[in-house]
């Protein structure tokens, strides 16, 4: 038998969707947290890499053309906004979409995961190398985007950096991807007690989401089933469930705070 989709709703709170008190208040702690994370995002100096700190004597090796602060500062203020766009939207809005909370929930999760890949490895070659991927990525991207052939150009000049400081000049080239960066902070990442985080599942869920894949839904979505003038084809409505979209955001929340607390131990000058 077939199945047809119709089109995705919408949930609106204080529909038969109605969430429970308590997941209710998760979404509120959460939206609170993004508030917070937005306004010092926004402040100079909140969460700037300080004089004295590890990361800034890794820009200092990687020099004013291609540091480190530019790659972390730019994934984690996209992590934070993308964060702050999800709430605003269930919380503050009270749209309960099928797929969108969790493509914002993909950006909180892409970005922060990349931000902890740069700033968490505790050797200084390995995040002066991790930057120089980075750099020579977004060369490439660069390239296929605006066709302007600029990482021939980059290459040797991020080559000339990591030959400088005796680092292999052909790693620079090593391509990384969303799921090395999320299968690395699902090694590595951890909540405040301790406990892995493990936010690879639900980076892979908010991808299926975000591509429109019928695992995804199957997994995550509550599905209506219709018969139709045809008893071969159903017709199926997709909702979404404030618990499970939940989920994924909360995974991204704990990933920005495991990323904050690497940039207490590495983006902070001495006392």
Known sequence: MG??????????RGSAEQPTDEISAKWREISDIANTLIRRAGTRGELSIE???ALAGDDRVLGNKYPLSTPYG???GASIDHLHAVTALVVGQQALHVAAP????????????TAFWLAHPRSRDERVMRALRWWYQDAKDSDRATGLGTSPKRLKE???IADARQLPVDQ???KYSSTDVLTYAEEHARYADGQLLEP????????????????????????????THDPRVSEARLTNDPA?????????????EAVLRVHSLHGKGPP
Do not use: D
């Open 102 to 113: 969790a493509s914002l929930a993909r950006g909180v999760l892409e970005n922060a995961g």
């Open 172 to 174: 620079v080239k090593q």
């Open 74 to 76: 730019n994934t984690l």
């Open 3 to 12: 199945t047809r989709r119709l089109p995705a709703v919408a949930t609106e």
């Open 200 to 227: 690879l599942f639900a980076w892979r869920l908010c991808s299926g989401f975000a591509h429109g894949k019928i695992w995804a839904n199957l997994a995550a979505s509550k599905i209506e089933m219709f018969e």
């Open 158 to 160: 991020l080559q000339a």
């Open 51 to 53: 004089p004295g700190s």
């Open 244 to 256: 499970h979209a939940l989920y994924p955001v909360r995974v991204g929340a704990h990933l920005i």
